[in-house]
C-alpha cells in the first residue's frame, strides 16, 4: 500500500513538472518583456508612492506646508538643521503609532474573516503573518529582511540598501513581480491539467496581496526601532562624517514611510472588501 502511495505521488510530481515546463515553454519572449515592463513601472509607482506618502506624513506632523518650511529655515540659519530634521523624524513616528493602531484593527479584521470563512481567507491571513515575520525579523526587531545585510559580515550591517526605504520598494515589487509572473504562466498551462494550478491560482492573489502588505509592516517595525530604541549609523551613504542623528532621521523616515505604505494597503483592502460584488 505504501509502495503504492509513493507511485501515486510519484506520478503526479512529474505531471505537474511536464505541465509547469509545457507553460513556460509557451511563454514567449514578449510575454516576458510586457511582465518586466509592468515589474518596472510598479517599481517606480511603489517609490512615488512612498515619497508621497511621506511628504504627506512631514505635513501633518508640521500641521502645515509653511509652518514646517519655517521651521526647516530656522533650523537652517540656527544650524541645527541635522537636529530638527530627526526631530522631525520622532514626530512622524507618532504618525506611525497611529497607523499601528490601524494595523491593529486590520489583523483583528483578518482574524475575523478567517474565522467567518477560513477557507477563502487563510491565504490572505497567512500571507499577511508571514510578511511581518520576514520584514521585521520579530518582536525585538532583530533579523528578518532588514539585517540580511549580515551575510556580508558585520561590517556592512546597516546598509543603505537594506536599512532605508529602498528594502521596501524592491520587497514589495518582489511580491508582486512574482504574483504578475505566476498569473502569465498560469495562462499558458494545458487545459486539461492538474486541479492543484488552479487552486494554487485562486490562493495566489490574495496570498499575495496579504505578504506584501505584511512585509511592509513588517520592514516599518524594524526600521522604526532601529531608528529610536537602537539606533545605529548606517553604512554606504554617499556622504561620510554625519552626525548620528542623521542617521537615525534616515532610518526614521524610511520606517515611516513603509509605514504610511502598509496604511495605504490596508485601506485599499478595506475599500475591496467593502466594494459591492457585481
Do not use: C
Not at 509545457?22 to 509592468?38: E, I, P, Q, S, V
Not at 521651521?71 to 497607523?99: F, I, K, W
Not at 524610511?254 to 475599500?271: D, H, I, L, Y
Request: hydrophobic share 45%; glycine share 14%; aromatic share 4%.
Amino acid at each position: 500500500m505504501t509502495t503504492l502511495a509513493y507511485r501515486s505521488d510519484d506520478s503526479r510530481a512529474r505531471r505537474l513538472h511536464a505541465e509547469l515546463a509545457f507553460a513556460l515553454g509557451r511563454t514567449d519572449r514578449a510575454a516576458m518583456k510586457a511582465w518586466g515592463r509592468r515589474a518596472g513601472g510598479r517599481m517606480l509607482h511603489l517609490a512615488a508612492r512612498r515619497v508621497g506618502g511621506l511628504l504627506g506624513l512631514a505635513a501633518l506632523a508640521g500641521r502645515t506646508g509653511g509652518r514646517e518650511a519655517a521651521g526647516l529655515y530656522r533650523a537652517a540659519r540656527q544650524r541645527r538643521l541635522l537636529v530638527h530634521l530627526a526631530s522631525r523624524g520622532s514626530s512622524a513616528m507618532d504618525g506611525a503609532v497611529a497607523l499601528g493602531r490601524e494595523g491593529r484593527r486590520l489583523f483583528a479584521a483578518l482574524a475575523r474573516a478567517l474565522r467567518d470563512n477560513p477557507r477563502e481567507n487563510a491565504p490572505k491571513v497567512l500571507g499577511a503573518l508571514l510578511g511581518f515575520a520576514a520584514g521585521s525579523g520579530g518582536p525585538d526587531a532583530n533579523g528578518g529582511l532588514p539585517d540580511m545585510d549580515l551575510l556580508f559580515g558585520i561590517g556592512a550591517h546597516r546598509s543603505a540598501l537594506t536599512h532605508t526605504l529602498v528594502i521596501g520598494i524592491l520587497a514589495e515589487g518582489l511580491v508582486l513581480a512574482l504574483a504578475d509572473l505566476a498569473g502569465v504562466v498560469h495562462e499558458r498551462l494545458p487545459f486539461d491539467r492538474d486541479p492543484l494550478w488552479d487552486r494554487l491560482a485562486r490562493a495566489g492573489t490574495p496570498l499575495a496581496e496579504g505578504l506584501a502588505t505584511g512585509t511592509v509592516a513588517g520592514l516599518a517595525w524594524h526600521l522604526l526601532a532601529d531608528a529610536f530604541v537602537q539606533p545605529g549609523a548606517l553604512h554606504g551613504l554617499p556622504v561620510d562624517g554625519l552626525p548620528m542623528e542623521a542617521h537615525e532621521a534616515v532610518i526614521g523616515a524610511s520606517g515611516a514611510a513603509e509605514a504610511v505604505r502598509a496604511g495605504q494597503r490596508a485601506a485599499r483592502g478595506k475599500r475591496k472588501e467593502r466594494k459591492p460584488a457585481k
